[in-house]
DNA sequence: TATTTTTTGAGAATCATTTTCATTTTTATC
DNA sequence: GATAAAAATGAAAATGATTCTCAAAAAATA
């Protein structure tokens, strides 16, 4: 990861800082969908100065920079994760916020036959698709 | 539209006022998608008196009673449309903003297979598709 | 190391959306 | 149709996520 972000850094002509370096290490090991504030509270734990206008600000580089995705996967705010070399889309519960990830070969040849019917040129896919996980299912029945 | 509003509203006990048959209007003869400001706009012209409050109030239920669905095309707000009785997506351009609406069996199809894999009851299906519009892909080009 | 450039922290600002509450409209009842 | 009860509205304040400002600190460059 280290090596990465300096890489992206030079490359850009960004500087290498301590938060940024902390900041995409929780991220990176987190291994899942985190957001901001949650971010936050983690990075204080390690540097207690650290305010959360640099968690946003840092966010919105690294993703510019591609090393991470912004997902909505819940109503009001955005949730980050390392950028997988698989793209993958979200399966998430409407009742707990179980969140399962998923990847599909259908997706994807449904992207290129639309880049095809529509001559766009698409570099983006983000399909969220929503429902009862298992276990709500269940508890939804009696009523 | 009133017939429909008329109809859900009693159905769910809610009452069926002038400010509602309005929004629902101008959602429908939108055609399109409609951001709460551009609504609350094109409301006034009609109902001076009428407020956000109001339009944000109204829209969260209309999207409650399944008559409307919300999508986050851009970054900051969400936009809404009548909701179509076949499901569709959007394809978005990240230069100039065009949206296409499309629909694709391939889709419905993963929903399917994810269903059964996953063993969830799935209720909702939200795929954005971004890219270059074929006008902005050849703007790009030259740089 | 000195100088320039970039980033940071802290708090204020912004923007979309929601809430509060007194007033008005709608519905249900007679 | 009048009236009481229930629900919705307008206006303004509140909220929550995110962005901006600016002086101070850190990093890159010479």
Redesign the pocket.
């Known amino acids: 990861m280290k090596m990465i972000l300096k890489k992206y ?1 030079k490359m850009s ?8 370096k902390l900041l995409l290490d929780l991220i990176y090991r987190a291994k899942g969908h985190l ?3 949650e971010l936050f509270r983690r990075a204080k734990e390690q ?1 207690q ?6 968690v ?6 690294f993703k510019e920079m591609g090393l991470i995705s912004e997902n909505r996967l819940g ?4 949730h980050y994760e390392i950028r997988s070399p698989v793209e993958h889309h979200h399966l998430v519960c409407r009742s707990c916020g179980r969140v399962e990830e998923f990847d599909s070969p259908l997706i994807d040849e449904a992207r290129l036959r639309l880049q095809q019917q529509k001559e766009f040129d698409i570099f983006s896919v983000q399909l969220k698709m929503e429902g009862y996980c298992p276990k709500c299912k269940q508890k939804r029945k009696p009523s």
């Open positions: 850094c002509g960004r500087s290498v800082t301590n938060q940024r957001d901001a504030d540097q100065r650290i305010s959360l206008a640099t946003y600000r840092n966010l919105k580089l109503e009001n705010h955005s």
